[in-house]
Nanobody
Framework: QVQLVESGGGLVQAGGSLSVSCAAS???????????MGWFRQAPGKPRTWVAA????????LYADSVKGRFTISRDNAKNTLYLQMTNLKPEDTADYYC?????????????????WGQGTQVTVSS
């Protein structure tokens, strides 16, 4: 079983920046680079939505229109870690942010594309 733990959430003012991380524990015999990764977020009272996805090597990334140009997804396969760097944050970015790992789908934009999930980290953007 892949275990994912997010960290780095917090409170930031609008226009500010914040980075969140996702540390992965990978089963023996597998490697982090075998999993495509993604970030999702869930605002209070709203469904969870896709934010960004990255390929196995990190060479390709996709973004939701709402975050394109402001967020950057990246990964360090040597450290088994996924990152989401967020800049020019807006109050509407306030949400719990979740990382997810996919066994078979690269660039997935829906929850069903992903097999493993973290518990989430809270990001609050004040106006």
């Amino acid at each position: 079983q892949v275990q994912l733990v997010e960290s780095g959430g917090g409170l930031v003012q609008a226009g500010g920046s914040l980075s969140v991380s996702c540390a992965a524990s990978i089963p023996t015999g597998r490697s982090f680079s075998e999993y495509a990764m993604g970030w999702f977020r869930q605002a209070p009272g709203k469904p969870r939505t896709w934010v960004a996805a990255i390929s196995w090597s990190g060479g390709a990334a996709l973004y939701a229109d709402s975050v394109k140009g402001r967020f950057t997804i990246s990964r360090d396969n040597a450290k088994n870690t996924l990152y989401l760097q967020m800049t020019n944050l807006k109050p509407e970015d306030t949400a719990d942010y979740y990382c997810a790992a996919a066994v078979n789908v690269v660039g997935g934009r829906t929850e069903i594309d992903y097999d493993y999930w973290g518990q989430g980290t809270q990001v609050t953007v004040s106006s």
